[in-house]
């Protein structure tokens, strides 16, 4: 019998996957969640349907056709114009089997949220990188990186993960207009900002808008996500939807949350606030540099490892390593408690 390993698809072995920080206890600051469950109508509303109208042994509606209505209304677009996945990273899965042919290339920003990469390599494709920026210039570079590699797809985070920073209007619109490939803009965090381009998607037929329910509507554990873009994008982009994709539960905790958007952004625009407070305060800390933020988390940076002082008060943070003589740690904004405990724990410390 052969070994395993040897029948797996070539290159496969020395890819490196996306790996989630791990579970472990503590005070959970390490990936991105919201510190709140759910809104007490919502909750009563689950258990009503649980006790009168629960029908979990049938197969969930495959077209999550109530959930895309409310966000077309929130987004005033058509149905037709919405796709739903399992979280965000559904999406990118299904736009690169719908638009890679082997050996095509991604392009992208780094540092940024690593699933583009692995997906893009997972569907036979390759990923090229720009360093990460915010402006036009920056804009420039991503599409000439484009341009010369003949990438079909190009991602763009903004808010970026693990930076923070969002683009500006002007250079997203810039790598709207000019892009010859499809252009998906992941705004995974934008609720923190206050703007998106999901009501402008429509301007731009190449376009995609990929969002998820699982930052700012702090519903991680039920993984929707929804695209929006044109209505040729979504047919091609439903090619590779598999049948029941979302659970029902997860579907109707998704449509009852969009129906309470308004209490969203109000928790967002609370936790907006929070994340600049907790900035200022790590802001006198002379051995480490608080990033600016537009999105739900600050990376901190040090010559010195950040980790320990977190660790010590039971803080776990996303630790991206040392890179060029530079340690780079994520921490997310928490509940006004966790963000002081943060707060005092790094001012408190003295690194070595």
């Not at 759910?38 to 509303?45: A, F, G, H, S, T």
């Not at 649980?50 to 077209?63: H, S, V």
């Not at 058509?78 to 095509?104: A, K, Y």
């Not at 320990?308 to 991206?320: K, M, N």
């Amino acid at each position: 019998m052969k070994d395993i390993e040897s029948l797996a698809r070539r290159g496969l072995k020395d890819m490196e996957p996306y790996l989630p920080s791990p579970p472990a206890g503590g005070i959970k600051l390490d990936a991105n969640e919201s510190p709140w469950n759910l809104p007490e109508n919502i909750r009563r509303k689950l258990i009503r349907w649980l006790e009168d109208a629960e029908n979990l042994n049938r197969y969930p509606e495959t077209g999550s056709t109530a959930l895309r209505a409310s966000i077309a209304q929130h987004w005033g677009v058509s149905p037709s114009n919405i796709t739903c996945g399992v979280g965000s990273d559904q999406l990118i899965d299904m736009i690169c089997r719908v638009f890679l042919e082997s050996g095509d290339c991604v392009t992208t920003f780094r540092p940024t949220f690593g699933m583009y990469a692995a997906t893009a390599e997972l569907n036979h494709g390759r990923a090229v990188s720009v360093p990460v920026g915010y402006d036009a210039r920056a804009a420039r570079e991503l599409l000439g990186a484009a341009l010369e590699n003949g990438a079909k797809i190009i991602f763009l985070c903004s808010p970026n993960n693990p930076t923070g920073r969002a683009m500006s209007d002007a250079a997203v619109r810039l790598v709207l207009e000019d892009a010859e490939c499809v252009v998906v803009i992941d705004e995974a965090y934008a609720d923190f900002m206050g703007t998106s381009f999901a009501g402008r998607i429509l301007e731009y037929p190449n376009a995609i808008v990929i969002r998820t329910f699982s930052k700012a509507y702090g519903l991680a554990g039920i993984r929707v996500g929804y695209a929006i873009a044109d209505e040729r994008a979504i047919e091609l982009i439903n090619k590779a939807k598999p049948p029941f994709n979302i659970p029902a539960i997860s579907q109707l905790l998704a449509e009852w949350a969009m129906d309470e958007a308004d209490e969203f952004a109000s928790r967002a625009k609370s936790l907006a606030s929070a994340r600049d407070r907790l900035i200022e305060t790590l802001a006198s800390i002379d051995w480490l540099d608080a990033e600016p933020s537009d999105a739900n988390f600050v990376l901190l940076t040090s010559r010195f490892d950040i980790m320990p002082a977190l660790l010590s008060g039971g803080v776990r943070a996303r630790d991206f390593g040392a890179h060029d003589g530079v340690r780079r740690v994520r921490v997310t904004v928490g509940t006004n408690e966790e963000n002081k405990k943060v707060g005092d724990l790094l001012c408190a410390a003295r690194p070595k």
